[in-house]
């Protein structure tokens, strides 16, 4: 190997910095979306079975900005930590959410699709800590029957959230959104 200097050696692979317009709409987002959780908590929509978070409404965010993905994760998190959520809640709670905001952004071309990737991510993952981490199990029931019937719960508060409520929020920015979301 070739002795080089600090001068000498090559370039690395240039990073792009995180302008802070980016880091202020994501704090914006976390604090909104905890902020909409303790809300839905207060009136005991938050948590359980059939969960209607008015925070979800916000994963159509990525639709406008990609600023929103972490945004709703770090929200997401520190939601289920603040309103005693347990550990498998918190990790795979936050990661559906993250999944959720990644799909957006990804299917961001198609507006009807904003709200579909939250629904779906939340589908396939919540039902499994509600069975595994909470011990939800229905008095004779299967397992997989249990996962079904959570997964429709859990799909209808969804619907509820990130469908109507999601797509309201939706076509109430999209008149703003330059001015909202512009890029510097």
């Not at 008015?54 to 993905?69: G, H, N, W």
């Not at 959104?177 to 512009?182: D, S």
Request: proline share 4%; net charge positive; with cysteine.
């Amino acid at each position: 190997m070739k002795n080089q200097s600090y001068h000498e050696a090559a370039p690395a692979k240039a990073v792009r910095p995180i302008s802070l317009t980016t880091m202020v709409q994501a704090a914006m987002i976390a604090s909104l979306y905890i902020v909409l959780t303790y809300l839905a908590n207060a009136l005991g929509l938050a948590n359980g079975v059939i969960q209607i978070r008015f925070s979800e409404a916000l994963t159509i965010l990525p639709y406008f900005t990609s600023a929103a993905i972490p945004g709703l994760f770090i929200g997401c998190l520190l939601s289920n930590i603040l309103t005693g959520c347990i550990i498998p809640d918190i990790i795979l709670g936050s990661l559906a959410t993250l999944i959720g905001a990644i799909g957006t952004y990804m299917l961001r071309k198609w507006k009807w699709c904003a709200p579909v990737s939250p629904v779906l991510a939340n589908i396939l993952i919540v039902p499994l800590v509600l069975i595994y981490g909470y011990g939800l199990q229905i008095d004779g029931a299967s397992t997989a029957y249990c996962y079904g019937y959570y997964a429709l719960t859990v799909g209808a508060g969804e619907i509820i959230s990130c469908g109507v409520l999601g797509m309201i929020l939706l076509f109430s920015l999209e008149k703003y959104a330059k001015r909202i979301f512009e890029k510097v």
